[in-house]
């Protein structure tokens, strides 16, 4: 059926508000697969942590003597990854395509580097420096493709027994910091220093969509639904719109990171929630008219070429960040913006439209918001919603720079976090001039106030301040905070 013509009859198709099917009529919980059975900590080390591949790696190093490229595709050749934390579970599809990819990618980049290896168990940490040396200061990678990329490297070293090969936290960057490679470019920035949004570039994602649905009418589905539910690419493609189509919501079972399920509710307002339904049942009509498998995926196609397929589209029509200055993700920062709005009645700080002391007097409000948010995109951790909101105080780039590297200071250094909770710190926020992004002294000490767990005498800031000192030397005082009341001029540094 031809997709422009399809779009008028998609229109006519959505007649009626829908409603979708119960979901046991109780609030949504995020639930484990049932299929998946609860194992062992052992039990998963035996399917799937260190050493468990060191067998498929001698037999791949002895069927190809001399030739990494072979034994390279020999041991990936039904190779089953499994996932190192958490249940038993193999890592999704997409995962274990670029786990492969990268390391038969990276044995031709150590050649090019002059550093060829004649079999897979000879990678060691100074291969991968000089490749992340590369990749960060020739090819200019940002931190989240390095750091993948590195994690992928790190747990191949693992499955073959070679534990510790690549070594973690501060001792990995304080070795490609003697390589050049400064720690700014590998830590991933966790909150946003400007809007992210098509909106913000100037396009409308609903007028792209309209643009695209006379000869392109899967992808502008596949934007609104998106735009409209905060999917990501691989969500909405994997999406079954009729089986997620439940009373509340979207809930989605497929696709998601992790895997875990969640539960997209509807917008309040009654003109957007007549949106996201009317979408919804144009992508319930294109489904069982194009795809008897039950997604929204193209037809034949796996996941991976399904996503290539998808963004070959956008480039082949412009839809890109060299051509309008937008990426596919801006479509989720869109809808965490206007359920951001919805929750409180104002934009986002990120967005810069509001006064920094609405946000600081509401706070509770605006804490609330970004839990919301931060479940709907399917995070479940507040903390995460800065990276699509911005930080509630109305800073400059600067400033958010420098308290974005005091907090890395403290997640990133090996045992604060730790060491902080076993003494019986409970929360800690960066205050005094630390806390507003000021260009602290040569010699000034960092200030932390910190509040207690229930029960716990104030002597332990002894304690406290005995472990920043010994982690930490000379950087770090420790205030207590005082009347139990959130400091109205601290970020918060968040231990566990």
């Not at 919805?342 to 439209?353: A, D, F, I, K």
């Not at 918001?369 to 780039?397: C, D, F, N, T």
């Not at 590297?405 to 976090?417: D, R, S, Y």
Request: net charge positive; with cysteine; charged share 25%.
């Amino acid at each position: 059926m031809d997709e422009g013509k399809h779009l008028g009859m998609g229109d006519a198709s959505t007649g009626g508000t829908g409603g979708g099917r119960s979901y046991n009529g109780a609030p949504f919980r995020p639930k484990k697969k049932a299929t998946i059975p609860r194992k062992s900590r052992a039990q998963t080390l035996k399917r799937g942590g260190p050493g468990s591949a060191k067998p498929r790696s001698d037999h791949a190093i002895a069927l190809y003597a001399n030739d990494p490229h072979k034994q390279m595709a020999n041991f990936l050749d039904g190779l089953d990854p499994q996932a190192f934390i958490g249940r038993v579970r193999s890592v999704s599809h997409l995962t274990e395509t670029r786990f492969g990819q990268t390391l038969k990618r990276m044995i031709g980049e150590l050649s090019e580097l002059n550093m060829p290896i004649q079999r897979i168990d000879q990678v060691s940490r100074r291969h991968v420096a000089a490749l992340v040396v590369r990749w960060v200061n020739e090819e200019k990678q940002v931190a989240a493709t390095v750091n993948n990329k590195v994690s992928f490297i790190r747990k191949f070293c693992e499955l073959i027994g070679k534990v510790g090969a690549i070594p973690k936290g501060e001792e990995w960057y304080q070795l490609l910091e003697s390589k050049g490679v400064p720690r700014s470019a590998l830590v991933r920035q966790q909150v946003a220093y400007g809007s992210k949004t098509w909106s913000a570039a100037g396009i409308e994602p609903i007028g792209i969509a309209a643009l695209l649905a006379e000869d392109h009418y899967h992808e502008s589905l596949l934007i609104e639904l998106m735009y409209y539910f905060g999917l990501r690419v691989s969500e909405a493609l994997s999406l079954n719109p009729t089986r997620a189509d439940v009373v509340g919501g979207l809930l989605l079972t497929s696709g998601t990171k992790g895997g875990k399920d969640r539960l997209v509710p509807y917008m309040e307002g009654a003109e957007m929630k007549a949106k996201q339904r009317e979408v919804l049942n144009r992508a319930i009509d294109w489904m069982n008219k194009n795809n008897r498998r039950g997604d929204m995926g193209y037809p034949g196609l796996s996941m991976e070429k399904s996503r290539q397929k998808y963004y070959n589209t956008l480039y082949a029509v412009g839809v890109t960040k060299a051509d309008l200055g937008i990426v596919s993700h801006g479509l989720r920062h869109e809808y965490a913006a206007n359920l951001f709005e919805q929750l409180t009645g104002h934009r986002p700080p990120v967005e810069g439209q509001e006064p920094s002391d609405w946000f600081k007097k509401n706070r509770e409000l605006v804490d609330h918001a970004y839990l919301m948010v931060s479940e709907a995109l399917g995070h479940w951790r507040k903390s995460i919603s800065a990276a699509y909101l911005g930080s509630i105080a109305g800073m400059s780039k600067t400033q958010k720079v420098r308290i974005e590297k005091l907090i890395e200071m403290f997640q990133n250094t090996p045992g604060v976090a730790e060491g902080l909770l076993a003494v019986g710190i409970e929360r800690a926020w960066l205050t005094g001039r630390g806390g507003q992004g000021v260009q602290l002294a040569p010699n000034e000490r960092v200030q932390l106030t910190v509040s207690l767990k229930e029960g716990v005498l104030w002597s332990v800031l002894n304690d406290a301040h005995a472990v920043l000192e010994k982690l930490l030397p000379g950087r770090v005082m420790v205030a207590p905070l005082l009347g139990g009341v959130q400091p109205d001029d601290g970020v918060e540094v968040f231990l566990d």
